[in-house]
């Protein structure tokens, strides 16, 4: 649908700073490193970076007509097959640094698209992406069909270009009516698991953080699974929901999320609500964060925007600073940024964050420690004895894996040693159980007579 110039992968990175009194951005450098990170996650080869300080956007290329020109230069020096830049574009702005380069632009949410669409795995974040990028794509369409441009008087320069512009929209719009539709048909799926796990009462806990702080691979270790983990950005795209035994707590259930960026393209947002929707709906989310990394505590703060934007900043939180095997240690063998494994608690007791490095397994058995202080209180633990006309009982229990040690007695019951949540119990309390009394009965009371 739209005339683009040839592929390569030799690019020229554009990095306007914005210093006005209005912009309350990072700084250059740090915004610059990030974006270069995201480049090369892409796939691509930076040949050159232009940096343009400026106090606001301009019109017509967003940084200076001069600096407009030294990017064009750049691109005809090294050859370059497209110009990346950090911030995002008009419609007008990526055409007319397209006619001036003569080759590809692409905005800082092209480049996340295109990253996503690399990552996708499942069905459904295909979809995802897919539906992002025609939403995207759908405010830059005016600018394709350079050559059906609107009809023109005078003897052949009529042409079709308006009407061929309207079938673009046309057709534009019917995929993307056709992407929610599926999409709806994959969240409906979606919800008929989470009702499983609901069902199961099993606590979910969602990791959170800044793309490559380390989620995943704080998640294989914790369940011995080998999802993805790589030093790249958006290594993960796709979530995964695997069973995490506590020491004490009973079963719990992980789910590894996308990595956030600041500034995440709002077309994203809403095409992903259903993959986010895991950690709204999350009983506990472990914000990961990189503390070798030296803008941790500015991205740690771009991490609580996105979650707020989502609907998840009300969720119960606790910090985990990961990567301290990175931080420097002294000749003392004293970690001079302070992050030894160790839980810092608030000032009622309570765990606020837990230091430790996922890929050496330092302070895992302290945040194993956190989460049993977190949900062991949820859980019920007793000795209940079960008659033995009372077996769809016993049949529950077990399918929820709620025992932990039975015993039968000379009159044919059983005693039974539980470790299951309290909602369990509660829906146990339809069953009848012994002497009339039902399970939830017997569960909410010592049983005295236990072995």
């Known amino acids: 649908m739209i005339d683009r110039y040839e592929r390569g992968q030799r690019a020229v990175v554009l990095h306007p700073v914005l210093r006005g009194p209005n912009n ?206 790589k030093d790249q950005l958006f290594a993960t795209l796709d979530p995964t929901v695997r069973r995490l035994d506590g020491p004490g707590c009973g079963p719990l259930l992980l789910a590894d999320t996308v990595g956030f960026v600041s500034d995440l393209p709002h077309d994203l947002i809403a095409a992903f609500r259903s993959t986010l929707q895991e950690t709204r709906e999350a009983d506990l989310l472990l914000h990961v964060i990189d503390t070798a990394d030296p803008h941790h505590a500015q991205r740690e703060q771009d991490v609580l925007q996105v979650l707020e934007t989502i609907g998840a900043g009300s969720v119960p939180t606790l910090r985990v600073y990961n990567k301290i095997d990175k931080c420097g240690i002294d000749d003392g063998g004293i970690d001079k940024n302070g992050h030894l494994p160790e839980i810092r608690r608030a000032e009622n007791g309570a765990a606020s964050a837990v230091c430790l490095s996922a890929l050496t397994g330092e302070g895992m058995d302290l945040l194993l420690q956190v989460l049993d202080e977190q949900f062991a209180g949820q859980r019920l633990k007793r000795w209940i004895s079960v008659p033995g006309e009372a077996a769809k009982l016993r049949a529950q229990l077990f399918a929820w894996g709620a025992v932990e040690q039975e015993e039968v007695d000379d009159d044919g019951r059983w005693a039974i040693k539980v470790n299951l949540s309290r909602d369990q119990a509660r829906r146990l309390g339809r069953l009848a159980g012994a002497a009339g009394r039902t399970a939830r009965q017997q569960l909410l009371a010592e049983h005295s007579a236990g072995p």
């Open 24 to 229: 309350h951005c990072r700084t250059g450098e740090e915004a610059l490193q990030e974006f270069t990170e995201l480049v090369r996650s892409a796939g691509a080869e930076i040949v050159a970076v232009v940096e343009a300080p400026r106090q606001r956007p301009d019109a017509k290329y967003f940084v200076g007509s001069g600096k407009a020109e030294q990017v064009a230069a750049a691109v005809a020096e090294h050859r370059a097959d497209l110009v990346l830049v950090s911030h995002t574009l008009s419609a007008v702005q990526e055409r007319n640094l397209e006619k001036l380069c003569r080759c590809r632009v692409h905005d800082r949410t092209a480049l996340i698209l295109d990253i996503f669409a690399q990552r996708a795995r499942t069905f459904e974040g295909k979809l995802q992406v897919e539906l992002a990028q025609l939403r995207h794509l759908a405010t830059r369409l005016v600018r394709g069909w350079t050559h059906l441009e609107r009809q023109k008087g005078g003897i052949g320069l009529r042409g079709p270009g308006e009407t061929q512009l309207e079938t673009d929209r046309r057709l534009l719009g019917k995929r993307i009516r056709q992407l929610r539709q599926r999409l709806e048909k994959v969240e409906r799926q979606r919800d008929q698991s989470r009702r499983s796990r609901v069902r199961s009462s099993h606590p979910l806990i969602a990791l959170v953080g800044y793309t490559n702080a380390g989620k995943s691979t704080l998640f294989n270790r914790l369940t011995t699974s080998d999802v993805v983990a």
